[in-house]
C-alpha cells in the first residue's frame, strides 16, 4: 500500500514565487497534517485537519494556507515564499485525534 | 504550554553497547500519549511506540525497550546491543490536549551514530 504520498520530492523556488506542495494518503483516516523539519528544532506544526472540510492553524502558520475537500488530499501552499521557508516539509495523517501519525516521505524545498 | 526535551543533542557508540536516549516532557494535561519516531538517514519518519499516561509499565520489543516514568516525567529509550542499522535521529512526541488541534509536539531529536 502507498500510505502517504507526497509531491514533488524537492524543489527549488526563486523568492516571491508560489508553490502548493501535494500530499495523499489512502488509509481513509480522518486527520492529516503539514510539519517542517528543521534543523535542530524538530517537526513543527503548520497546519492541521480533522476532517475533511475543516482546517486549522499549527504553530507555525504564516506565509502558508492549506485546504481540505476531501478526505484523502491536504495541499500546503506557500502564496510567495521566502527563504526562510527553506526546509523539510512532511505531511501525516491519523486514524482520529491522539492515535499515532503515519508520515510521508517528506518534501525538500529550497527558497533562494 | 507543551514541551519535549531531548537533552542529547548527538550519541555515538560502537556497536553492540546498549545506549539510552532520554527523553523529558511538560504538560498540564493528565490524559496524554507519548510517542518515539524514528528517522533514519533515507528521511522517512517511522513510528516506533505510543504509549498513554495512564500505562506506567515499561515496553519490551525485541532490543527496543521503553521506560516511562510519570514522577519524573521522562519517557526514556533503551536500546539494547545496538547495530549500525540503529543509526538514525530519535524524536520524542507528545500529543496535544484534546481541544481541537491534536497534533504532535516535538523534541529536537538525538542523533544516534553506531560505529562497526
Known amino acids: 500500500t502507498a500510505g502517504i504520498t507526497q509531491a514533488p520530492t524537492s524543489q527549488i523556488l526563486a523568492a516571491g514565487r508560489s508553490m502548493t506542495l501535494r500530499c495523499t494518503q489512502d488509509m481513509r483516516h480522518n486527520a492529516m497534517y503539514w510539519y517542517r523539519q528543521d534543523l535542530g528544532l524538530g517537526l513543527r506544526l503548520i497546519h492541521y485537519s480533522n476532517t475533511a472540510g475543516t482546517t486549522g492553524k499549527g504553530e507555525v502558520p504564516d506565509g502558508y494556507s492549506v485546504s481540505r475537500a476531501n478526505t484523502d488530499d491536504f495541499p500546503l501552499t506557500l502564496a510567495s515564499a521566502v527563504p526562510s521557508q527553506t526546509s523539510v516539509y512532511f505531511c501525516a495523517s491519523s486514524a482520529q485525534g491522539l492515535s499515532e501519525q503515519y508520515f510521508g516521505p517528506g518534501t525538500r524545498l529550497t527558497v533562494t | 504550554a507543551q514541551k519535549v526535551t531531548q537533552a542529547q543533542t548527538e550519541i555515538s557508540v560502537v556497536e553492540k553497547e546498549d545506549v539510552t536516549l532520554d527523553c523529558v516532557y511538560e504538560?498540564?494535561?493528565?490524559?496524554?500519549?507519548l510517542f518515539w519516531y524514528k528517522q533514519p538517514p533515507s528521511g522517512e519518519l517511522v513510528f516506533l511506540i505510543r504509549r498513554n499516561s495512564f500505562d506506567e509499565q515499561n515496553e519490551i520489543s525485541g532490543r527496543y525497550s521503553w521506560n516511562f516514568q510519570k514522577s519524573t516525567s521522562s519517557f526514556n529509550f533503551t536500546i539494547t546491543a545496538s547495530q549500525v542499522v540503529d543509526s538514525a535521529v530519535y524524536f520524542c512526541a507528545l500529543s496535544e490536549p484534546d481541544t481541537g488541534r491534536r497534533a504532535l509536539t516535538f523534541g529536537s531529536g538525538t542523533r544516534l551514530q553506531v560505529q562497526p
Open positions: 504538560t498540564r494535561d493528565t490524559t496524554y500519549y
